[in-house]
């Protein structure tokens, strides 16, 4: 079993910055991808961004590429979310997941955080 607990959001005006991060504890020496994933009201979960646990490989959806940065601390088992630039579209609870494996070449994330509210005002 993994745990995650997200922080870092809140209520930022357009054009602002935020960090959301995430903790793992249990069993992360099987972690495999860790990612970040978000639901605006009225829509699909989508996802934002993910990072390879071994090797630091960073992946990231079009939407954010530029203004997101996903980092990952081996050390201490967090995962951070870098946001800058952010826009009105970007208002959505944000997940925390972990993955354990790739399944036909994709994380399959067995693990979610709560989720942690971003709000961008313009």
């Known amino acids: 079993q993994v745990q995650l607990v997200e922080s870092g959001g809140g209520l930022v005006q357009a054009g602002g910055s935020l960090r959301l991060s995430c903790a793992a504890s249990?069993?992360?020496?099987?972690?495999?991808?860790m990612g970040w994933f978000r639901q605006a009201p009225g829509k699909e979960r989508e996802y934002v961004a993910s990072v390879r646990w071994s090797g630091g490989t960073t992946y990231y959806a079009d939407f954010v590429k530029g203004r997101f940065t996903i980092s990952r601390d081996n050390a201490k088992t967090t995962v951070s979310l870098q946001m800058s630039s952010l826009n009105t579209e970007d208002t959505a609870v944000y997940y925390c997941?972990?993955?354990?494996?790739?399944?036909?070449?994709?994380?399959?994330?067995?693990?979610w955080g709560q989720g942690t509210q971003v709000t961008v005002s313009s």
């Open positions: 249990g069993r992360t020496f099987s972690l495999n991808t």
């Open positions: 997941a972990a993955a354990q494996s790739i399944v036909a070449g994709r994380p399959k994330y067995d693990y």
